[in-house]
C-alpha cells in the first residue's frame, strides 16, 4: 500500500506538475497578452493618437509580448528543472562562465537582440511603413527580437536578421511626390497649354485624394526631339503618389483631348528614292 502511495505521489511529481507548470505559463502568458493589448488599443489612446503613435505602439506592443513569451518559457524550464531535484542556483552561479560560452556561439543572435532594439528606440521603422533594405521594398508586417518582415506588393514575405539591415530607406518619414511629365506638339499653342494646365491643376487640387498641398504645373522642363514636356506635381501622403498619378493622367487625356490639343507618338516617314 506504501508502495502505491509513493508511486503515486513519484507520478505526481515527475509528470504532472511539469503540465501544471506548463499550464499556468500558457494562461499566465494569455491574461498578460490581454491586458498588455487592451493598454495599447484603449479607445482614449486611439483617439488622440495620431497614425504614426499608433504604429509605434503596435510596434512597441509586439516586442513586449516577445519579451513576455521568452521570460515565461524560461521561468517555466527552471522550475520543472527544480521538481527533478537539478540545483537552480548552481545553474545561475554558472551563468557567468555559460554567458561568456553563449555570447561567443551566438554573437549573432545578441546583435539581432540589439539591433531590434535600436530599430525601435531609434524609430528607424514601425509596422505598417514602407521600407526598402537593399534592392527589397515592402512593408513592415512584423519586428522581433531577432527578425524583420518585410511583405512587397506581390505577396513575397523576406525575412530579415536585424543585424543585416545597416541601411534603410523609409518612405513613410514624409510625404511623397506625385510627378507626371506631359508631351505636348510643337505645333500647338504654349499659352493655351499652360492656360489649360492651371486650370486642370486647380481642378485636381479639389477632387484627389490623399492630397497634401497644392497641384502645381512646373512648366517645361523638355524640349524632346517630338514634343515640349510639362511636369505637373501634387504632394502626397506616403507611397500614394502611384495611385495619384494613374488618377492625374487620366484627367490630362481627357482634358487634352476635349481641348483638341495633341499628344504627339512616334512616327516613322519613309521617302520614295526616285
Do not use: W
Not at 184 to 208: G, P, Q, R
Amino acid at each position: 500500500m506504501i508502495t502505491l502511495f509513493n508511486t503515486y505521489e513519484i507520478e505526481l511529481k515527475y509528470f504532472t506538475l511539469p503540465v501544471v507548470y506548463i499550464a499556468i505559463g500558457i494562461i499566465t502568458y494569455i491574461i498578460l497578452k490581454r491586458i498588455i493589448n487592451n493598454i495599447f488599443t484603449k479607445k482614449y489612446f486611439t483617439a488622440v493618437a495620431k497614425r504614426h503613435y499608433q504604429k509605434r505602439a503596435d510596434t512597441i506592443r509586439i516586442m513586449i509580448l516577445n519579451i513576455l513569451k521568452y521570460v515565461i518559457i524560461i521561468l517555466i524550464i527552471l522550475s520543472i528543472l527544480t521538481i527533478y531535484g537539478i540545483n537552480i542556483r548552481s545553474i545561475v552561479a554558472g551563468l557567468g562562465v555559460a554567458t561568456a560560452i553563449i555570447g561567443l556561439a551566438f554573437q549573432d543572435i545578441a546583435k539581432d537582440l540589439l539591433a531590434g532594439i535600436f530599430i525601435i528606440a531609434e524609430d528607424q521603422y514601425e509596422i505598417g511603413d514602407t521600407i526598402q533594405v537593399g534592392d527589397f521594398m515592402g512593408e513592415v508586417t512584423f519586428i522581433g527580437l531577432k527578425t524583420t518582415r518585410i511583405k512587397d506588393y506581390k505577396g513575397r514575405t523576406k525575412i530579415i536578421a536585424n543585424h543585416n539591415i545597416t541601411e534603410v530607406i523609409n518612405y513613410n518619414l514624409a510625404n511623397s511626390v506625385a510627378i507626371v511629365d506631359i508631351c505636348i506638339d510643337y505645333e500647338a499653342n504654349m499659352d493655351k497649354v499652360e492656360k489649360v494646365l492651371n486650370n486642370l491643376a486647380k481642378d485636381l487640387t479639389k477632387t484627389l485624394p490623399k492630397l497634401k498641398g497644392d497641384v502645381q504645373v512646373l512648366g517645361i522642363t523638355e524640349l524632346a526631339d517630338s514634343s515640349v514636356v510639362y511636369r505637373i506635381t501634387a504632394p502626397v501622403s506616403s507611397m500614394e503618389q502611384y495611385t495619384t498619378e494613374r488618377i492625374m493622367r487620366k484627367k490630362i487625356k481627357e482634358v487634352l483631348d476635349k481641348e483638341k490639343i495633341k499628344i504627339p507618338f512616334p512616327q516613322l516617314e519613309v521617302h520614295n528614292g526616285k
